[in-house]
């Protein structure tokens, strides 16, 4: 959880609104040779209505193989709990999908091969067939519990050159770079706020560091403060501010302290800046804004977007 990894939200994109309803009122699922259902709308004015396509597959795909298709992608369980949002992942970015001819059946190059620029979606997969072409693994228990299907929305966009995808994908990156910056930096006074508030209803007495994470240590160390670079084993909880717990060592590494280089970006930035202002053996809390953990992106299910978060930690060791 604490990893820089790409995360997951349960906000929707407008897109897919539509999508999903289309999905509940669309008819009937068609099926491919392989297994996948599917139906497949192009819009018409405002409305979204179905296309066709022939058993066979789409004739014009051919045109478009050595090309590159942006695509939005939703993953859900049978229940309909979000897995992925690539438009949440990757800032309302198309993700680049290389075409190519289909060598694999059932999975998702064949669905994409089916879509033409500017169609929307659903796709149904068995959840085990899916997670073995792609893993060589069943699905995981928590997503059979729900049922044993993977539904996918998809909304393509253009299909382009890979040099003009490759300059079109860059140019929107540092667009969504800046904008992720300018809201950060709003959104840190916001947190601000936020955590001086929490830090008087829970009678703590903090120190904030110029980074903006605040910090109670709760029991002195008496070795050395951890400098960049070195390793340090730490034990931890995290929660959000309401005390819903999100994470865990005891929990997600077996009870053992997990192990990261600080400062060095293996972790969110509020860990490489809090962990460093404690000297070995300490116990503290972490408060640290939402521009120093998730984000506008947040993480999974459990951590919102533009969420403070609360770590308590123990820096067990410095190597």
Same mark, same amino acid.
């Given at each position: 959880?604490l ?40 819009k ?5 209505? &179905?296309r ?18 942006g ?50 979606a ?7 067939t899916?997670?073995?072409k ?5 699905? &995981? ?10 539904t996918?929305?998809v ?7 890979r ?10 990156m ?38 903006g ?37 005891a ?19 509020g ?25 506008q ?23």
């Amino acid at each position: 959880m604490l990893s820089q990894r790409i995360s997951l939200s349960l906000a929707l994109a407008a897109g897919f609104l539509g999508l999903a309803s289309c999905n509940k009122g669309g008819g009937d699922f068609q099926k491919t040779k392989s297994g996948i259902e599917y139906k497949i709308f192009k819009k018409v004015g405002n409305k979204y209505e &179905p296309r066709e396509v022939a058993v066979t597959g789409d004739p014009t795909y051919k045109e478009r193989i050595g090309k590159i298709l942006g695509l939005h992608i939703e993953y859900r369980t049978a229940k309909d709990s979000l897995l992925m949002s690539s438009r949440v992942q990757r800032m309302g970015i198309a993700a680049p999908f290389p075409l190519d001819s289909v060598k694999q059946k059932g999975a998702e190059a064949e669905a994409f091969a089916m879509l033409q620029p500017g169609d929307s979606a659903v796709f149904r997969f068995n959840a085990d067939t899916l997670a073995m072409k792609n893993s060589g693994r069943p699905a &995981p228990p928590f997503i059979k519990k729900q049922g044993n299907t993977i539904t996918m929305l998809v909304k393509a966009e253009k299909v382009q050159t890979r040099d003009e995808a490759m300059a079109d994908q860059q140019k929107q990156m540092m667009d969504a770079q800046v904008k992720m910056q300018a809201h950060a930096k709003e959104q840190l006074k916001a947190d601000d706020v936020i955590l001086q508030d929490y830090i008087k209803k829970n009678n703590l007495t903090a120190q904030r560091d110029t980074s903006g994470v605040y910090y109670i240590i709760t029991q002195a160390g008496s070795g050395a403060k951890p400098k960049t670079g070195q390793t340090v084993s730490v034990q931890y909880k995290g929660t959000l501010l309401d005390g819903k717990e999100f994470d865990s060592s005891a929990k997600g590494n077996g009870g053992k302290p997990i192990e990261f280089p600080l400062g060095v970006g293996q972790v969110i930035p509020g860990w490489d800046k809090g962990i460093a202002l404690l000297p070995k053996g300490s116990k503290a809390v972490l408060l640290i804004p939402s521009s120093l953990a998730y984000g506008q992106r947040g993480a999974g299910a459990d951590i919102p977007a533009d969420a403070p978060l609360r770590f308590d930690v123990e820096l067990v060791d410095v190597k």
